[in-house]
């Protein structure tokens, strides 16, 4: 099975975006919300079943407090970089 680059990088941004959901303790509809879809939507694009639009990716950067291309880098970039958006704690409290 060959995997193609546009499958490595869609699987690396939902991963990103479902740690960066976690870590600010956003939820599918919150994140929906901000690219104007149904968290419907999101969810078939989180895991895969549909495509990601480019002019999605600065609405979700941007709601996240980061730039394109650091969302498309990767959480661990992200983090080795010490730009991870405060984390929330379980009262939703933000941790800074």
């Given at each position: 099975m060959t995997v193609k680059a546009?499958?490595?990088?869609?699987?690396?941004?939902n991963e990103t975006l479902r740690l960066l959901m976690t870590r600010t303790g956003r939820r599918q509809v919150d994140v929906?919300?901000?690219?104007?879809?149904t968290r419907a939507s999101l969810s078939q694009r989180l895991l895969n079943k549909a495509g990601w639009r480019l002019n999605d990716l600065p609405l979700v950067a941007d709601f996240f407090g980061l730039t394109v291309c650091e969302l498309i880098s990767g959480y661990a970039?992200?983090?080795?970089?010490?730009?991870?958006?405060?984390?929330?704690?379980?009262?939703?409290?933000?941790?800074l």
């Open positions: 546009t499958d490595t990088l869609e699987v690396q941004l929906a919300e901000v690219m104007g879809i970039s992200i983090a080795q970089a010490d730009r991870l958006p405060p984390a929330r704690d379980s009262d939703g409290q933000t941790r």
